[in-house]
């Protein structure tokens, strides 16, 4: 089931070997032993954008929009302990979610992952091979809009005026820079879309996602806005 874990051998690897044009699907092969363990190869949608933007809200609304086919989950879930590493692009807490992803994957269902997270961060990764493709959708906000957001959130979170101002550049920092990511992040304004409309995009954008990826979509559409047409790229 551990696509990490030779079903052959039992050896571990933290460098996927994956040969994802075998005639009998996707495989990774052992080291060791050279066992061929076939997997299931499919995308990973992330569900991204700056705090504030709504994709914890979404994401609630989305466990019924894609129950049939997905599983939806919220990336801050294990920012805790020691996998709140201290670098940059925080390489534990990343490897960690393509880990868990991509055993998820091995059940069929394709994961939606809800929380902040840009392609530099994951596609250098060994594990980024488990996948057949990564998509990003990026939720965004006016910056008044989203300024606003964080000063009303509980005193627990810590959004004083120096945080808020590096969200803010980090949000433009996205917007600016989202079509010239590889692979390009696509866009989704929140501002002045009522929240439910919002995860009806989302959920018609991760239908598409998942198709292009190779993943099995339920029914004609899989969600419950019934279409597989997502988003335009922002």
């Known amino acids: 089931m551990n696509p990490l874990i030779c079903p ?9 070997d994956v040969d994802a044009t075998a005639s009998e699907g996707a495989v990774v092969r052992c080291a060791r032993c ?14 991204t954008g700056p705090s504030g933007t709504g994709k914890s809200t979404v994401a609630r609304l989305l466990l019924e929009r894609l129950s049939t086919g997905f ?9 805790t302990g020691g996998l709140r590493d201290s670098g940059t692009e925080h390489p534990l807490f990343r490897t960690t979610w393509l880990r868990t992803a991509a055993m998820i994957h091995q059940n069929g269902r394709p994961v939606v ?3 902040t997270v840009v392609p530099p961060e994951l596609e250098g990764l060994p594990e980024r091979a488990l996948f057949s493709g990564i998509r990003y ?29 590096e969200m803010l550049e980090y949000a433009r920092w996205v917007g600016d820079t989202a079509h010239e990511m590889d692979p390009p992040v696509e866009l989704l304004d929140t501002t002045r879309v009522p929240v439910a409309d919002t995860a009806d995009d989302v959920a018609r954008w991760a239908v598409r996602a998942a198709a292009d990826g190779g993943a099995p ?8 806005t019934g279409s597989a047409d997502g988003p335009a790229p922002g």
């Open 137 to 165: 959708l990026a939720l965004t906000c006016e910056p008044d809009v989203l300024a606003a957001r964080l000063r009303a959130r509980p005193a627990w979170r810590e959004w004083d005026g120096p945080r808020i101002a």
């Open 34 to 47: 050279g066992c061929r363990a076939p997997f299931r190869r499919l995308p990973l949608l992330c569900v």
């Open 8 to 16: 052959h051998c039992g050896d571990f690897t933290d460098r996927p």
């Open 217 to 224: 979509v339920p029914g004609d559409g899989g969600t419950a």
């Open 71 to 79: 599983v939806v989950l919220e990336q801050d879930l294990l920012w």
């Open 113 to 115: 992952l809800c929380g």
